[in-house]
T-cell receptor, first 112, second 110 residues
Framework: EAEVAQSPRYKITEKSQAVAFWCDPI?????LYWYRQILGQGPELLVQ????????DSQLPKDRFSAERLKGVDSTLKIQPAELGDSAMYLC??????????FGQGTRLTVV | AQTVTQSQPEMSVQEAETVTLSCTYD???????LFWYKQPPSRQMILVIR??????QNATENRFSVNFQKAAKSFSLKISDSQLGDTAMYFC???????FGAGTILRVKS
């Protein structure tokens, strides 16, 4: 069964360091989402791609966060410099035209 | 802007009983999708059920069904014959951009 792949699963980094997360969506899914989820809360959309184009990045803290999906397939989310408040689960999801989003297992980031 | 509100932070239900989780949303759009997602502890988010706004018939998926009231902008999830494996955080989500509510923790007790 096709899955959304994310790596790494866990990441511990010191504040002010750079960190990057990778997501490989389900093949053929044009829409890719990056979410941030703080423990016990709902996911917050950071950025949405349609193919290689950004559809919505209004909630992305652009002074430190960046996201790209250069060939419209896999995507990278980067944080530089990381801050203590960035500790969270970072979820990637992809969807086809049916609208159903499938999620990866997430990357749990701890900033120390 | 679209918003999704889940007013029940936590609920409990006895095994084999029925429970309803509430969700309201706000949008000016007429065509959209609504979803319930389930996130078990420390596990992956998975889709429970989906409803297209243009369909009047409520979606059902085995023990899971929804009560979709478009005029009231309400989208509740009913879980029948609750099982221990249903224990999870449940999120209501609205699709234009996929916007999530804050979630409801459901604990099924034996």
């Amino acid at each position: 069964e096709a899955e959304v792949a994310q790596s790494p699963r866990y990441k511990i980094t010191e504040k002010s360091q750079a960190v990057a997360f990778w997501c490989d969506p389900i093949s053929g899914h044009a829409t890719l989402y990056w979410y941030r989820q703080i423990l016990g809360q709902g996911p917050e959309l950071l950025v949405q791609f349609q193919d290689e184009s950004v559809v919505d990045d209004s909630q992305l803290p652009k002074d430190r966060f960046s996201a790209e999906r250069l060939k419209g397939v896999d995507s990278t989310l980067k944080i530089q410099p990381a801050e203590l408040g960035d500790s969270a689960m970072y979820l990637c999801a992809s969807s086809s035209r049916t609208g159903v989003a499938f999620f990866g297992q997430g990357t749990r980031l701890t900033v120390v | 802007a679209q918003t999704v509100t889940q007013s029940q932070p936590e609920m409990s239900v006895q095994e084999a009983e029925t429970v309803t989780l509430s969700c309201t949303y706000d949008t000016s759009e007429s065509n959209y999708y609504l979803f319930w997602y389930k996130q078990p502890p420390s596990r992956q988010m998975i889709l429970v059920i989906r409803q297209e706004a243009y369909k009047q018939q409520n979606a059902t998926e085995n023990r899971f069904s929804v009560n979709f009231q478009k005029a009231a902008k309400s989208f509740s999830l009913k879980i029948s014959d609750s099982q221990l494996g249903d224990t999870a955080m449940y999120f209501c989500a609205f699709m234009m951009w996929l916007v999530f509510g804050a979630g409801t923790i459901l604990r099924v007790k034996s």
